[in-house]
């Protein structure tokens, strides 16, 4: 017989984005125990050995030691997204990293039943609901 996971119980989370939320709960949902935000990941350094640029990515999944990375807004994130994903498995080959861009998390949406939130999540209201966010110095 297979065993039955356990709910996952965790602290009330700020997320910076709506697809994120959605995100969380859809792993809750399968039981995926995830945490959100937790490393920063270094990328580029000054002569003194400053960090002049990190990437934090938006999830951990721990049972699959992988890293997800939601980006969901406009296609500049999404292209400066993808080449701090590159960075980071450049400097730290071991760490797996998944980056889901606007149309896979549409997919995600579509599999869940969920089209009727796109325009929330991924559509112009995401974009106003982000943009509306004060500046809070997320290495992302």
């Not at 990437?55 to 701090?84: A, N």
Request: charged share 30%; no cysteine; aromatic share 10%.
């Amino acid at each position: 017989m297979g065993r039955m996971k356990r709910a996952i119980v965790h602290q009330p989370v700020a997320f910076a984005h709506p697809s994120e939320a959605e995100f969380a709960q859809i792993l809750d949902f399968y039981r995926i125990a995830w945490q959100y935000e937790p490393r920063t990941f270094s990328l580029v350094w000054d002569e003194e050995g400053k960090v002049l640029e990190a990437f934090t990515p938006d999830f951990y999944l721990p049972e699959y030691d992988l890293y997800v990375e939601l980006t969901t807004l406009q296609q500049g994130l999404t292209t400066r997204k993808h080449r701090k994903v590159r960075q980071l498995q450049k400097l730290y080959p071991h760490i797996r990293i998944k980056l889901v861009d606007r149309g896979g998390f549409d997919e995600i949406l579509m599999k869940h039943g969920l089209e009727s939130r796109r325009e929330e999540l991924i559509g112009q209201s995401a974009v106003a609901h982000s943009s509306a966010r004060p500046a809070d110095g997320r290495a992302k």
